[in-house]
């Protein structure tokens, strides 16, 4: 599947190992950058429909890494750790995802926040060291539905601390989130 973003030529080399996701939020990119880069955000919006986070340790700089659990709504825990590998604020991030530290099968995500009048519009690229574990991911673990899901939640959740802070309640972001999970 050769994807793009932005316009660009998909790169041949990677198409058949990448996905690539991407939404429009109706707020402005320092605040969708926030909310991806805080843990007390990200804990209360990320993961698909359903999944819940627990934080074990979050270290946001480039070397850091993002220790998690993501519980499925069957029960099921999920070990994830990402390291942080470029961050320039507040336009893309690049990391590094897998099930642990040394795990061998651990992909790369590019992450942009693109400004669009109004909004951001946020392109997740996601590259995997094979064919077969894109693949994998696509069948098995619904990579695009869960990113897309995911992108959602995110685009949900700003809008309710927009909303918020239009109210006046501002004061405490992080109780606002329509996922209430743990951080």
Do not use: C
């Not at 698909?48 to 850091?64: A, K």
């Not at 995997?128 to 619904?142: C, G, I, N, Q, T």
């Not at 909303?163 to 972001?173: I, L, Q, V, W, Y």
Request: net charge negative; charged share 30%.
């Amino acid at each position: 599947m050769a994807t793009t973003s932005s316009g660009a030529e998909p790169d041949r080399t990677i198409a058949d190992r990448e996905i690539v996701i991407s939404r429009a939020i109706g707020a402005p990119r320092e605040l969708v950058f926030e909310a991806f880069t805080q843990v007390r955000h990200l804990s209360r919006w990320w993961g698909p429909e359903g999944f819940t986070t627990t934080t074990r340790s979050f270290e946001f700089r480039v070397g850091g890494a993002w220790d998690f659990v993501m519980h499925g709504p069957d029960g099921t825990d999920y070990q994830e750790w990402i390291t942080w590998r470029e961050i320039v604020p507040p336009e893309r991030i690049a990391l590094l995802h897998g099930e642990s530290r040394d795990d061998p099968n651990a992909f790369e995500s590019f992450l942009a926040f693109e400004p669009t009048g109004d909004e951001t519009r946020i392109v997740m690229r996601t590259v995997f060291p094979s064919k077969e574990l894109r693949d994998e991911a696509v069948e098995k673990y619904h990579a695009i539905e869960g990113g897309e899901q995911t992108l959602s939640n995110l685009a949900a959740y700003v809008a309710e601390l927009t909303r918020n802070d239009a109210d006046g309640n501002d004061a405490d972001r992080n109780e606002a989130g329509p996922k209430g999970a743990e951080g």
